[in-house]
């Protein structure tokens, strides 16, 4: 088992460009989560996924943000028209269901620095 | 404000110490999680525990429990450098499904 799968490791870009993260959870996990994690902010929830259906995307910043799960092997954060203020460590993690009931497994997560 | 938190920014100890991060949270619980997160990595789980156990024990990890005054306390013992890390508890309302997390207590463990 390999554990959650980010990629990549490390991304830059530019003012305005778009960024594309994935994740692959961990095989036979219902739930998936993505995380935004800074100094200041700290660990910050985004969005959960159950059987790939999106269930709250309560922490998305609206506009630019979007989460998909196409298929229960890999999701996908896209950011659009990046800006400095979303340069961040975004970590994804799945679990076998929501809840505090359940360990959540997470990835080693995507630096994403907007120049 | 956090629904879980926390009671410490940092703490130092020095290798064979031991250490204790505390923990308040604001609202009945299912169960109570600590994490770690060593530099460069995501979080990993050291122990969980449910609203109805006080005490739960991972080699010289202990994280106890107290419904009454919604506090948890995760204690290391025999520190070690390699236990350097950010320590964080995350949980959750009951029957909910979104764990969120404290800020973290940063632990250093010096020779």
């Known amino acids: 088992n390999a554990g959650v799968i980010q990629t990549p490791r490390h991304k830059v870009t530019g003012k305005g460009q778009e960024a594309t993260l994935w994740c692959e959870p961990i095989?036979?996990?219902?739930?998936v989560f993505w995380y935004r994690q800074t100094i200041v902010q700290g660990l910050e929830f985004l969005t959960y996924f159950r059987n790939q259906a999106p269930i709250d995307d309560s922490g998305m910043p609206k506009e630019r943000f979007s989460a998909q799960m196409p298929n229960q092997s890999h999701s996908t954060l896209k950011i659009q028209s990046t800006q400095p203020q979303d340069s961040a460590v975004y970590l994804c993690a799945s679990s076998l269901a929501g809840g505090s009931s359940y360990e959540q497994y997470f990835g080693p997560g995507t630096r994403l620095t907007v120049l | 404000s956090q629904l879980a938190e926390e009671n410490s920014w940092a703490l130092s100890v020095h290798e064979g110490e031991s250490v204790t991060v505390n923990c308040s949270y604001k609202?009945?619980?299912?169960?109570l999680q600590w994490y770690r997160q060593k530099s460069g990595k995501g979080p990993a789980q050291l122990i969980l525990?449910?609203?109805?156990?006080r005490d739960n024990r991972n080699g010289r990890l202990r994280a106890t429990l107290d419904t009454s005054s919604q506090s948890s306390s995760l204690s290391i013992t025999a520190t070690r450098c390699e236990d350097t890390a950010v320590y964080f508890c995350?949980?959750?309302?009951?029957?909910?499904?979104?764990?969120?997390f404290g800020s973290g207590t940063r632990l250093l463990v010096s020779p």
């Open positions: 609202t009945s619980i299912t169960a």
């Open positions: 995350a949980t959750e309302r009951t029957g909910g499904y979104k764990v969120v």
């Open positions: 525990i449910r609203s109805n156990e």
């Open positions: 095989s036979g996990h219902s739930a």
